[in-house]
Every structure is written in structure tokens, then in C-alpha cells.
């Protein structure tokens, strides 16, 4: 009998120590189940891949999805990622990413709905091959902790922007 308690006992503190350890995780409650799970806005919870897009004139376009598998909640991101870093093999390249476009709109993300992002990258000038990029998604209430970060070949030139986060 006591054994079965004591088990019972560490199972129990087990459970209370996750709980308390998942704290530092951003969890959201789910209006439709009522459960709670991990962020799909986390960068720990959601793929992101680089992909060509169409060009437009002056400029070449690729797009990042992000996509997150199931089991994690819906988020809402806003505005375009900062804090962008681009990279080969490792290496930064140096070039520095500003905005365009609407800073303010509101886009739910999460399993089932997937989001993206374009980078923008002009034809003039030098430009640099890149690999991976790192970036901090944007909430409407400021910034989501931790960077994330899409792979695929892709070029970067000074003048590069970074296009808001848009559902699809």
C-alpha cells in the first residue's frame, strides 16, 4: 500500500513540476476547447521554409511560411518580423532588412492556418546569397521572445525590406 502511494505521490509532484516549469513557456487558452497547449507564435513550435515568389518589377520576391503542426494553439501575430538576420552557411551577410507595408493588422496563425511573410530584395546593386534568415515575430501588443528561423536559397541586397505577416 505504501508503495502504491509513493508512486502515486511522485506522480503527482511530477505533474506539479511540469506545470511549473512549462510557466516560462507562452501557452494560450483556447476559447473552443477550453485547454491549454503551446504557442504556435513560439519559434520552438511552428516550420518555416523560404520559397521563390513572383518577381515584381525592380525587385525579386521570396516568401516565408510558416506553418504549425497540431497540437498547438492559435496565436495572433502582427506587422512584419524585426530584428532579421541573414545568413550562408552560417555566415552572416551583413545586410540589414527595413519594413514595408501595414504594421497593424492582426493575423491568426496556427495548425490549419498558416501564415507568411515576403522579403523583398531589389535588382540593382550587389547582391548576396543567402540561405537562412532569423527573425522576431511581432504580436499586436509588441514582440514575441525568441527567434525564429526559415531555410532555403535565396539572394539579399542593401534596400532589402520585409513585408507584414499575411494569412495563407
Known sequence: MTRINRKVAVA?????????AGGGIAQASSAT?????PSACR??????????????????HYRV?????????????????????FSSGGA???ITAG???DQKTAVSFGPGHPVHFDIQ??????VTAADEVAFTLQAPGGEIPGTSFAEGEFTVAEGTLIGPVLSG
Open 12 to 20: 503527482l509532484a511530477a505533474a506539479v513540476l511540469a506545470g511549473t
Open 33 to 37: 476547447t477550453g485547454g491549454l497547449a
Open 43 to 60: 519559434p520552438a513550435n511552428h516550420i518555416a521554409k523560404i520559397t521563390d515568389a513572383p518577381s515584381s518589377s525592380g525587385h525579386r
Open 65 to 85: 511560411t510558416l506553418t504549425a503542426p497540431a497540437g498547438y494553439e492559435p496565436c495572433t501575430l502582427a506587422g512584419s518580423p524585426t530584428g532579421v538576420r
Open 92 to 94: 552572416e551577410s551583413g
Open 99 to 101: 519594413r514595408y507595408g
Open 121 to 126: 530584395v531589389p535588382n540593382t546593386g550587389r
